[in-house]
């Protein structure tokens, strides 16, 4: 009896012991997951999260992620226990989503779900930067430091944009999001200032500005600055109108502006601070008298309000130098020559009526000598040139001309011959010079070469054109001759005049006119179709502008061509591609016929056919200056509009200006020479490709 109840007992237990190890085996679900990864996301962006889960089992576990809804997600692959999940979802609109996230061991065992992270999709800005942090007094001059960040709800960078206080401002280079700006600002003035800060993102958007921290700003200076007026020169002319007033100015710390006055009373003040020069225009052209003198003053005041001055004198003149009339008012014909003759620098050119040619004092205007043709009533009517002491000059007598530059006597002409012999009184045109060498247009539809002698002219070759020659011809590098021609052709031709080079046809049945070459071979010229061309050197079309108007007569600065056309438009034009750098309308009504000048102090001066002188910045067309010259004359010249008389000629154009070494511009007038003070730091550009008709003051022509 005993024995069975042990069995019993033993059966018992054992079923408890099995009982036991069966619960001890049991399945525990995994851990509610840890959810982690931005929140924030653009439309159309891909939002990423992960999840982590641990399961007490050790077994793989799988993540359902409720992007929108649990019905509409899916179970990931299984992941080893621990090992993070990520799972993406593409929002297309902006709105909220609570997410939330379970997991599941391979036994089916699952976690509860995750709590609810708001997930939002929309357009955010940066969130707002933290008070900025720094020293809250400091010291003029010194470079002051504070620091700041902001948070992207995007993760990404942001820019810290610090104001510094009265509207000065400054954005320093990207940092990660939540990370530390470190901005720096020089203060130059006391007071307090209060310092605030705002964030940017990638893409624009810009937070609230932050609270401001305020800063105390002493100043200890004691130094005044320095000043000095640095234009117009002290003692020097000025002309009426514009009169620009240059200080230049230095301190310590900082110039905080510049007070300009005239004869005592207050005129104008430059106060941009920090700048090495300041700067005035004085246009109150009634209180300009000509001749009078004026005190300028230029007073400089640093931050502390230290200060310091410099005075010059200048004296105020008109426009224009001097004009000069013959007793006949007859007008003036050719273009005019400028040079030394060896005692003084004269001008020359032809009038017309009274049949001389003359030479005129650039100082004065006072007539010196003068020449005429061989017999009476006769008219030189080319345009001259100088070289080897020789100005060199047609006549509508038939003959060319060589008259010394000292006295115009006449040292040789060609043919001398009767007028009734001399090629049946055939003009010539305007000349070009390679050393002793002359080639010159003839009425006769050809080019001719001379050679100088000294006391006779040779005639060496002659190359028939079948065409007019238009305008002068132009010497290249190497000795080649160009020329245009009114059947719309620009010609080179060897040196020697044996045959052409290459021929370009530019127009149809046109005039060619003006042709200038660069330092690099292209030439330059203008047709009467309002169409300016760049031929290469081998003879092929570079480029071709169209203009509003017909553009003779370029001229080639150091980066741009300038050229006015009969609509009276000045042109800069880059000589590279033949793109319009600026284009101004100066004249209604009268245009312009002939070449700009270029002067070394970037000015460019043109002058339109009612003897207006214009003078503009090479840099983007500002109008400086205008000088009407004719309203220099008794009774103001001739009505506007009205043609200067004009004989029968090879080269039917206007009369070119000239520009003196001291600057003065040289405008041959209708019924005047002129000369129009100019500025002593622009004479003719010396380092300019091609910067007047027919290139230099003599008129050579020449490369």
Not at 75 to 99: K, M, Q, R, T
Not at 274 to 286: C, M
Not at 306 to 335: F, K, V, Y
Not at 623 to 637: A, H, K, N, Q, T
């Amino acid at each position: 009896m005993k024995c069975a109840r042990l069995r019993a007992e033993l059966v018992l237990a054992f079923a408890l012991v099995l009982l036991s190890a069966a619960a001890c085996k049991r399945n525990h679900p995994p851990s509610v997951p840890d959810v982690t990864g931005r929140l924030a996301y653009r439309p159309g962006d891909t939002a990423r999260l992960s999840a982590t889960s641990t399961d007490e089992d050790d077994d793989s576990l799988s993540y359902l992620f409720a992007w929108v809804d649990s019905a509409s997600s899916v179970w990931s692959p299984n992941y080893a226990n621990g090992v993070p999940a990520s799972a993406s979802h593409l929002y297309a609109s902006p709105d909220s989503h609570a997410v939330r996230v379970r997991a599941k061991d391979t036994k089916g065992a699952e976690s509860d779900w995750s709590a609810a992270e708001t997930l939002r999709v929309g357009i955010f800005v940066p969130g707002t930067p933290a008070l900025p942090e720094g020293p809250s007094s400091w010291e003029t001059a010194d470079t002051y430091r504070c620091s700041t960040h902001a948070t992207s709800p995007y993760g990404e960078a942001v820019r810290i944009e610090y104001d510094w206080g009265r509207a000065e401002c400054d954005t320093f280079p990207p940092v990660p999001s939540d990370s530390p700006c470190i901005g720096t600002h020089v203060y130059y003035y006391p007071g307090t200032y209060y310092i605030a800060a705002r964030a940017r993102d990638t893409t624009g958007l810009v937070s609230a500005w932050s609270d401001s921290r305020a800063v105390t700003v002493v100043c200890h200076d004691s130094t005044p600055p320095a000043v000095s007026i640095v234009c117009p020169a002290d003692s020097s002319q000025v002309r009426e109108g514009l009169v620009e007033i240059r200080a230049a100015a230095a301190d310590d710390q900082i110039v905080a502006r510049v007070e300009f006055t005239i004869d005592g009373i207050p005129a104008g003040t430059d106060s941009v601070a920090g700048k090495d020069t300041f700067s005035y225009g004085w246009t109150d052209t009634p209180a300009q008298v000509i001749g009078r003198s004026y005190m300028m003053v230029a007073t400089a005041f640093d931050a502390a309000g230290n200060q310091a001055l410099d005075t010059i004198s200048i004296t105020i003149i008109g426009h224009m130098r001097w004009c000069w009339q013959n007793p006949n008012e007859g007008s003036m014909q050719t273009s005019a020559i400028v040079a030394d003759d060896g005692a003084e620098e004269v001008v020359m050119s032809y009038c017309w009526e009274d049949f001389n040619f003359y030479s005129v004092r650039a100082g004065n205007g006072a007539v010196k000598c003068t020449a005429a043709t061989r017999y009476p009533y006769y008219d030189f009517t080319g345009h001259p040139g100088l070289a080897n002491g020789h100005i060199i000059v047609g006549g509508n007598d038939g003959e060319l001309y060589a008259l010394t530059l000292g006295s115009l006597q006449k040292a040789w002409q060609w043919p001398d011959k009767s007028p009734e012999d001399s090629l049946t009184c055939i003009e010539w045109g305007a000349p070009a010079f390679n050393g002793a060498d002359i080639y010159i247009g003839h009425d006769d539809e050809s080019l001719y070469k001379f050679t100088d002698a000294g006391s006779r002219g040779i005639r060496v070759a002659a190359y028939g054109v079948a065409a007019s020659v238009v305008d002068a011809p132009v010497i290249g590098a190497d000795g080649s001759v160009y020329f245009g021609s009114d059947s719309g052709y620009l010609v080179k031709i060897d040196a020697n005049l044996t045959a052409p080079v290459w021929r370009v046809h530019l127009t149809r049945d046109g005039e060619v006119y003006g042709p200038i070459i660069g330092d690099d071979g292209t030439v330059y010229c203008g047709t009467d179709t309002c169409r300016l061309h760049a031929v290469n050197p081998n003879g092929t079309v570079k480029w071709t502008a169209t203009l509003d108007g017909v553009g003779m007569r370029p001229a080639l600065g150091r980066s741009a061509l300038f050229v006015g056309t009969d609509l009276g438009t000045a042109y800069s034009i880059d000589p590279r591609t033949g793109s319009i750098n600026w284009q101004k309308s100066l004249v209604h009504g009268s245009g312009f016929y002939t070449t700009p000048i270029v002067a070394a102090n970037d000015y460019v001066y043109v002058s339109d056919y009612d003897d207006v002188l214009y003078c503009l910045s090479q840099a983007d067309g500002t109008l400086i200056w205008v000088c009407d010259c004719e309203s220099y004359l008794p009774g103001g010249g001739r009505s506007r509009g009205m043609r200067r008389p004009r004989p029968m000629q090879l080269t039917e154009y206007d009369p070119n200006p000239s520009i003196t070494s001291t600057g003065d511009i040289i405008v041959v007038g209708y019924n005047a020479l002129y000369c129009v003070n100019g500025h002593k730091d622009g004479p003719l550009d010396g380092t300019a490709a091609w910067p007047k008709w027919q290139k230099d003051r003599s008129n050579t022509g020449k490369r």
